[in-house]
C-alpha cells in the first residue's frame, strides 16, 4: 500500500529556510511525479511546486519562484522542497502528493488537485518572529 510522509516542518523566523522531505513507501517514485501542496487556515489546498517523472521541474506557484527548489531522489524513494526567504504567508500545512502519470499538469495557472491519487498526512510550517 503506498506510503507518503512528510517531514521538515517546523517554527521558523521570517528570513529562514525549510527543507521539507516526503518520505514514499510501497511503490518506486521514479514512475510517478511529486508534487507539494499548502493549505493555510481557511484556505483551499493550493499547489507549491510539481516535478515529473523525467525529473524537469515544471511547476512553481507565483509566491515562491525564485525562492524554492523542487527536488527528488529517486534511490531513496524521496522528494524534497527546499524554501528559502520565508515569509509569514507561507505559513500553512504542507502536503506531498503523488500523481501517477507522471506528469506536472497545469490549468489556469494552478496543479490539477484532483489528479493526486496519493497523499501525505502533511507538515506545519509556520513562520513567525
Known amino acids: 500500500q503506498a506510503q507518503l510522509v512528510e517531514s521538515g516542518g517546523g517554527l521558523v523566523q521570517p528570513g529562514g529556510s525549510l527543507r521539507l522531505s516526503c518520505a514514499v513507501s510501497g511503490f518506486s517514485l521514479d514512475r510517478y511525479a511529486i508534487a507539494w501542496f499548502r493549505q493555510a487556515p481557511g484556505n483551499e489546498r493550493k499547489g507549491v511546486s510539481c516535478?515529473?517523472?523525467?525529473?524537469?521541474?515544471?511547476y512553481y506557484t507565483d509566491s515562491v519562484k525564485g525562492r524554492s527548489t523542487i527536488s527528488r531522489d529517486n534511490g531513496k524513494n524521496t522528494g524534497y522542497l527546499q524554501i528559502d526567504s520565508l515569509k509569514p504567508e507561507d505559513t500553512a500545512v504542507y502536503y506531498c502528493?503523488?500523481?501517477?502519470?507522471?506528469?506536472?499538469?497545469?490549468?489556469?495557472?494552478?496543479?490539477?488537485?484532483?489528479?493526486?491519487?496519493?497523499w501525505g498526512q502533511g507538515t506545519q510550517v509556520t513562520v513567525s518572529s
Open positions: 516535478i515529473s517523472k523525467t525529473n524537469v521541474v515544471t
Open positions: 502528493a503523488i500523481e501517477l502519470l507522471g506528469a506536472c499538469t497545469v490549468q489556469s495557472g494552478d496543479l490539477i488537485i484532483t489528479q493526486y491519487r496519493y
